[in-house]
């Protein structure tokens, strides 16, 4: 078995929400399934590129000549990352199943099934989804779809073994059989039936063979990922399910707008689950707000072209002004705000590509121009945001402060766009400095003098205006403003912190970290609150002023626990503890548990389940976005518990303490080198291929050693 199956093994993983929609793991390049219904083959909510709800791939029926027919809602399910096992039994019929999705977008069903009974049954492989019309491929069943709602056709072929003659098998008591069934799908518009029905029979075989083929292609995004353990064995755990996670939400629609790689938010459908529908929100398709959270984590991998394939999509979906929208294959959207200029800069010290920054250059100017264009102004260099959901934390109370009556109430309905104001925002303004410091150092590694000194100095005058503007001396906060009188929005929004993430801080500023530590401000239980509890529209479980407006579940930003913000607060913890002596690190650990609980259901460490966003004091998960992509956190385990952090010159290496008994993190790819940093505390572990204290390993060669945790360089 794969380790990363072994270890996030999950007997009978369904959607919290929906009672018996089984969730399903490995996805291909465009076929995937976000739920299965509890029966042999591919029923449920299945989709191609984006969200089309497709009913049945195929399917089988038992029935028995006495009117015997299985009941399937009965059948046992184990959920692993590469596929799913189901398994039935009575006293007339045992089935085994295992059923998974490969990358070349074919549904694969391998079922052992045994007559236990003393009557006949027949098997009937049934094909076809609701909607679509049913054909025959070169004497194979096939179905093709209608047109979707965005423009494109889904042909599927079904290849059967040669037991199934005319879809129906005769099963004899006592009789043993394995079947394998194989449904391939492809886009009508680009690739013909012939492909599909080629895929489709180059799944067919013995069943080991064939599992074990899927496995192996499976395993080699995970192969060329770095590995981690450690003492905590919830860490290690949260580790796996974080690269699962990049791989499950990885996409290549190759069609359209999206012509190379992307991660998506997710899978979910968030609303409509009927056919060809194309109502509600949904992740599956390009969002520009978390495609840096992603590089942030994927620059660690070490097949570094998955990274510049999906900065090369990021930059594809630049509008007139050049700056990203969120993209299906036939729709560009509205733009979000997002630091990724900054998170190519990461990109590159890990990666070493100067003549990739050199393609990209003049596209990520573009970028940092048209921010400035779209939410600049003439006073200073601090962003506006006019439209409170374009920073992905939309209804956080700042932008309806100054619209409180006498009494200091919030208005009732925060819809009406007349009761709340456009701000210069925290958050936007401190992704675009880390722009324009990222676009000055690419600048400077591509010979562009002029860049590199005309971002550098841009970048200094942010910093300046954030720290003399946004900065109050009194309540040791940063706040966002009005945007024409730059008067302070008194609340405490989790943003505030994102000047200690950026590092433009000082140590007489750290008073305003420390109200992460507070439980009357953000350590509300169930770190960290999206707004202090102090403000009186403060909601653990959101909703506006005590109703809900987005419905139960609905994101809003004035209470709720969001990973998204939360990950970059631990950062922004780590990063200071670091510069001031480690005073903060067993706050960081502390928190990097909680944060850590919420990938679990019930904190169950063998029940991996991360959605979009908890109750900031039950830690409740407040909605079913299941398996939910907009965060980071290897990034915290490599960066900060490890301690690497890669510079232009080589390594810094500085372990934030949490209290780990041991870890070891090997082969971390940075610029053609392999990097492992391993620690014991209290003595040597020789079955784990430790020794006591911290080592440092450079293409297998130590180059540092010391009896603690201790700070490091490495030249590369």
Same mark, same amino acid.
Request: with cysteine; proline share 5%; glycine share 4%.
């Given at each position: 078995m794969l380790q990363i199956d072994e270890m996030l093994r999950y007997p009978g993983r369904c959607l919290r929400l929906q009672t018996g929609a089984l969730l399903f793991g490995p996805t291909g390049e465009r076929l995937f399934a976000e739920t299965l219904t509890r029966c042999p083959g591919f029923c449920g909510t299945i989709d191609f590129i984006h969200k089309i709800n497709l009913t049945r791939l195929f399917s089988f029926c038992c029935r028995g000549a006495d009117g015997y027919q299985p009941d399937f809602e009965m059948a046992q399910t184990v959920w692993y990352p590469s596929h799913m096992t189901l398994t039935y039994e009575d006293e007339y019929l045992s089935l085994q199943e295992c059923k998974f999705i490969t990358w070349d977008d074919t549904a694969v069903s391998c079922t052992v099934w045994e007559n236990r009974g003393v009557i006949p049954l027949t098997l009937i492989l049934e094909t076809g989804a609701e909607q679509c019309t049913d054909v025959v491929w070169q004497g194979h069943p096939a179905f093709e779809s209608p047109v979707t709602s965005h423009g494109f056709r889904v042909g599927?072929?079904?290849?059967?073994?040669?037991?199934?003659?005319?879809?129906?098998?005769?099963?004899?008591?006592?009789?043993?059989? @394995?079947?394998?069934?194989?449904?391939? =799908? $492809?886009?009508?518009?680009? +690739? &013909?039936?012939? %492909?599909?029905?080629?895929?489709?029979? @180059?799944?067919?075989?013995?069943?080991? =063979? $064939?599992?074990?083929?899927? +496995? &192996?292609?499976? %395993?080699?995004?995970?192969?060329?990922?770095?590995?981690?353990?450690?003492?905590?064995?919830?860490?290690?755990?949260?580790?796996?399910?974080?690269w699962f996670l990049l791989r499950h939400c990885m996409a290549n629609p190759n069609y359209g707008n999206l012509r190379h790689l992307v991660e998506y938010e997710g899978r979910?459908?968030?609303?409509?689950?009927?056919?060809?529908?194309?109502?509600?929100?949904?992740?599956s398709k390009f969002i520009p707000l978390s495609t840096p959270l992603h590089l942030t984590e994927l620059r660690w991998h070490g097949d570094h072209a998955l990274g510049k394939e999906i900065i090369r999509s990021f930059f594809d979906t630049a509008d007139e002004n050049g700056v990203a929208r969120w993209a299906y294959v036939d729709e560009y959207g509205t733009p979000y705000a997002n630091y990724m200029v900054w998170a190519v800069y990461r990109f590159y010290l890990t990666d070493g590509d100067v003549e990739f920054v050199k393609q990209l250059l003049a596209a990520m100017k573009r970028f940092v121009q048209g921010h400035i264009t779209l939410y600049g102004n003439d006073k200073d260099l601090l962003q506006i945001e006019y439209v409170h959901q374009r920073t992905g934390k939309e209804y956080q109370p700042s932008y309806w402060y100054f619209h409180r009556d006498a009494e200091g109430n919030y208005p009732a309905d925060p819809k009406d766009k007349s009761t709340y104001t456009p701000l210069k925002r925290v958050d936007r303004s401190i992704y675009h400095l880390l722009n324009l410091r990222g676009l000055s150092y690419l600048c400077g590694i591509c010979s562009d003098a002029q860049g590199e000194k005309t971002y550098g100095e841009m970048a200094q005058q942010l910093q300046q205006d954030i720290q003399q503007k946004m900065w109050d001396e009194k309540t040791g906060f940063f706040y966002d403003l009005h945007y024409q009188t730059d008067e302070k929005a008194m609340v405490k929004n989790i943003v505030g912190i994102y000047p200690y993430w950026a590092e433009v801080t000082g140590e007489d500023q750290l008073k305003g970290l420390c109200y992460l530590f507070d439980p009357q401000h953000f350590d509300t239980g169930a770190a960290f609150a999206s707004v202090s509890k102090e403000c009186p529209a403060y909601r653990a479980a959101g909703g506006w002023m005590g109703r809900f407006i987005k419905g139960r579940d609905g994101c809003v930003w004035c209470g709720p626990s969001w990973p998204y913000t939360t990950g970059i607060a631990l950062d922004a913890i780590a990063r200071q503890s670091k510069q001031n002596g480690h005073r903060f690190d067993g706050e960081f650990g502390k928190y990097l548990r909680q944060y850590c609980r919420q990938h679990f259901r019930d904190g169950d460490f063998t029940r991996p389940y991360l959605v979009e966003h908890y109750n900031a004091e039950t830690g409740e998960?407040?909605?079913?976005?299941?398996?939910?992509?907009?965060?980071?956190?290897?990034?915290?385990?490599?960066?900060?518990v490890c301690g690497i952090e890669v510079t232009q010159q080589g390594v810094s290496i500085n372990p934030v303490d949490i209290g780990l008994r041991y870890f070891?993190?090997?082969?971390?790819?940075?610029?053609?080198?392999?990097?492992?940093?391993?620690?014991?505390?209290?003595?040597?572990?020789?079955?784990?291929?430790?020794?006591?204290?911290?080592?440092?390993?450079?293409?297998?060669?130590?180059?540092?050693?010391?009896?603690n945790l201790t700070p490091a360089e490495v030249a590369l």
């Open positions: 599927v072929a079904v290849a059967v073994p040669s037991q199934l003659q005319n879809g129906t098998l005769t099963l004899l008591p006592g009789q043993k059989i @394995s079947l394998t069934v194989a449904a391939a =799908a $492809i886009l009508l518009d680009t +690739q &013909q039936p012939e %492909q599909a029905l080629s895929k489709a029979e @180059s799944w067919l075989g013995e069943e080991q =063979a $064939i599992f074990s083929r899927h +496995q &192996q292609q499976y %395993q080699r995004f995970f192969a060329d990922a770095p590995s981690f353990t450690c003492s905590d064995p919830m860490l290690s755990h949260a580790w796996m399910y974080r979910s459908h968030k609303m409509s689950k009927e056919p060809f529908v194309r109502k509600g929100w949904e992740f998960p407040l909605s079913d976005d299941v398996d939910y992509n907009h965060s980071y956190f290897l990034e915290l385990l490599i960066a900060h070891k993190l090997e082969n971390v790819k940075i610029r053609g080198h392999l990097l492992s940093v391993t620690y014991s505390k209290d003595r040597s572990r020789p079955e784990m291929g430790l020794r006591q204290g911290m080592r440092v390993l450079l293409d297998g060669q130590e180059v540092f050693s010391s009896e």
